[in-house]
């Protein structure tokens, strides 16, 4: 029976003790933010619909001291690789992880902060490339170190869409709001209820009640970048153009039919998609609202199957999972599930009930493993706080 991996609430402690290890001195300025499960409204943020993540328990931290030099050294406890940046050379894209942070400091320096040389150091927690954000996490923490070290404070709203744009010229991934937005604001014991075409929320909190939320990594990396996430994008860009319209939150599934001899149908099954999860999302929002967790909970499997057969992002991994666990259903503890984030593989958030949680995972555990080759990873967590920043003592 495979252990439930805890949180780790010491990512800044490690990335303190690499820091020291680095630089034999200790940093002087420590930010950090989460990874988000994203609960409903999947691949809407960037068609003007709503979503609704939270930030998980698990964290990344970046911390950071001056240097005297005009560089950025950067380490990570993960890779043990130190990277050497030259502040008055043109920050360039590289290609690797370091863009996300690079991208940061570029755009700061652009914002005309108080710019100095700094020693980095980065631990996280956030399982990387499994749809869990973390890489919206290692920019808004980046940023959130530069309010602080650079002194260049953005109002959070401001911060999310910097970082945003970094990921998407930067970078090169097409994204749209709802990471950075979800890691910068989100507040413990709330979902995050995002407009993607205001870029206004409502933090809904959860009660006692709540279920359980269990993630299951299926451990099949996603690469977004690949172009099958820019490919969905302007496939609903095109749909809107035969459809006359500029938002697809003025766009109601009658009239997506009535233009299906114009659609092909692939486009017909990725505007049902977006029409149908916008809707689902506020549906969602209404259950958590109200706590009814049996609706919430069909909902996150409708959500699944659109992502499956219309949007086509899921994968054989993730199926099977949300499969089996609907095959154990209520009576076996499991109210709703779907995958989460970008798809093409990553995670499923489950909702379960806490005293079910240990049995489903040994239904679930040695059946995959059969069945794939491949271990999956199981983590409960809960909605918590967005990105920090603070003094160590
Ligand atoms: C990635 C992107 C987000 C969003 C999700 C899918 O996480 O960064 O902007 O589009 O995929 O919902």
Redesign the pocket.
Known sequence: MPSIAPASPCSSQRAKAFFKSQFQCSPRWVADAPGRI?LM??????NDGF?MPAAMDRRLSIVAGPISSDEIILCTEQDKKVFRFRLNDPLLPRGDWTDYVVGVLAHWMELNASVCGLAISIASDIPLGA?L?S??ALEVATATLLEVAWEMRLHPRAKALACQAV?NHYVG?P?????QFAVTMAAKGHFLLLDCQTNTFEQIPVDSHFPSLLVINTNIRHA?TEGC?AERRSQCESVLLVLGQTSWRSVSMTQLMDKSEELSDVQLRRGRHVISEIKRTRDAADCVRKGNMMELGKLLYASHQSLRYDYEVSCKEADWIVDRMGGLGEGGGVLGCRMT???FGGCVVCLVSPDAVSDIIRQLDSDYRKKFNLEADFFLTSPSEGCRAWIPS
């Open positions: 994203n409204g999947e691949h809407i943020d960037y979503v749809g954000s890489s919206a990921e991934m994204c749209g709001i709802m990471d977004l996430y984030g970008a798809g």
